[in-house]
């Protein structure tokens, strides 16, 4: 029996739907699919060995995750001769000695995680070797241990060191890092001042840039000519960490097969891990550190003192040991303030930022500069804040801004008018402090944000084989600016 048109029209939508819901089951195995295929392409790329010593195999206290990131010089067995004239490096192997250190702290709470800097020069005890510089703890173990006993060495200096435990491990080379940076497209960065660096051929513009790979290397290994030295680039490496994660989960690269394809190969090519950290685990917490709930901070150090060791003069970072119990335990206190704070904004909006006039600080003189806690007190007196009676205290090296976990906003403002100067939460002050150190960072009568500017182009090539940076057109204000 045959239909009428009017039988068709009704029975047509049905066959509709079907074929939708067949299209739209079709899709989820492919996407299915094609995240299991990603994922496998992945971890087979990654190079395991045994990281961590068999004294420390015991997993962190209440769940929480410690894992150790460390950059080097050394070239991977299959780094292409392309990738290594592109660098302006030979095949020569590189060096073992671990230039960028962090630990990246995941509370088990699921809080606010830290990335906390390790100085390469902090002064340290390294088992079996003496007093020496951290980043040489990898070279002393690797010696006759391979990868395996420098990391193992390396793990066991920074437990001692730090008191952390330390449950994961993770190795990038120069080479890799290079191919990440490169897969992911340009870096975007602003700088307080113009650099123009010989040693690390870093060049860039005051204001806002964008950096291609071999630039965004440059710049993360310069040291020379910065205020702080190292502990200025450990600001600029963990600035490039988090706007990477941010690039590589962002819908430009997830939804781009290609990049996404690109970019996993490079990231699984250019790492050593230990066998047991879990990537997919890793990776859900990862969303959280995207959307700005990471608390970057540096060990509590001392200064950068020349001293005298086995008859010669060597540059050290003096690591603060009688705060660092402290400094650890102020890692899960700004977890659970920061937890507490996103449980009160998921429930109302978000609060203004406070105003300096709502803000009452003290500043310190620790720069050895007479007078300077007074200078600096009458120019945060003049951007409206409240200052009481400035204050001296032993030398040290870096202008450091102190702050009770419950006043991390008031902090955050007070460091616009602080440029230079890193944020630190200490159980010890009732009010934010500014303490000055002998790297000259100054108190500023405007907020650093209103004072940058975009830099003007210098008219060089943005090519991957050139050293310099091209300036962008974004406004500086919509990027945070540093050394």
Known sequence: MSMTPRSRLRVRPRHVIR????????????????????????????????????????????????????????????????????????????????????????????????????????WVAIPGHGMGKLNAAFAYGSDGGGDSGGAQLLVTTVQNMTGMHIDHFVRISMVGFYDVAKALGPLKVCLVAAVNDPYSTFVAPAGVSELNAQQALAFVRQRHGLPLGDLDREIRQRYFLTTEIKNFLSPGTLLNPGKLNTALTAVSHAIQTDPGLDFLSLATK????????????????????????????????????????????????????????????????????????????????????????????????????????????????????????SMAAEAAVVARYVPGATTEVASGVARVTVVLGTDGSTAKATPTAAESTAGSSSGSSSSDSSASASASAAPASTIPCIN
């Open 19 to 122: 074929y939708i819901v067949i299209v739209v089951v079709l899709l989820l195995i492919a996407t299915a699919g094609y995240a299991v295929y990603n994922y496998r392409h992945f971890v087979s790329g990654v190079t395991h060995i045994d990281a961590i010593p068999a004294s420390s195999t015991t997993a962190s206290t209440n769940g929480d995750q410690n894992i150790l990131l460390v950059g080097d010089d050394h070239r991977p067995a299959d780094a292409s001769a392309q990738e290594l004239a592109e660098l302006g490096t030979t095949a020569d192997g590189g060096g073992t000695n671990t230039d960028s250190m962090m630990i990246l702290h995941i509370p088990g709470g699921g809080g606010q995680a830290s990335l906390v800097s390790l100085p390469r020069d902090s």
């Open 286 to 405: 990862a969303k959280d550190l995207v959307g700005g709930n990471l608390n970057s901070v540096t060990i509590p150090t001392l200064g950068t003192p020349t001293i005298y060791y086995g008859g010669s003069a060597v540059s050290i970072v003096k690591v603060d040991t009688a705060k660092m119990a402290s400094f650890v335990a102020s890692l899960d206190s700004t977890s659970t303030a920061s937890a507490s704070a996103s449980a009160t904004t998921s429930a109302a909006p978000a609060a203004a930022a406070p105003s300096p006039s709502s803000i009452t600080l003290q500043v310190l003189n620790g720069s050895g500069v007479s007078g300077a806690a007074a200078t600096n007190s009458a120019t945060l007196d003049k951007a409206g804040f409240s200052t009481v009676a400035p204050s001296t205290v032993s030398t040290r090296g870096a202008t450091t801004i102190q702050y009770p976990a």
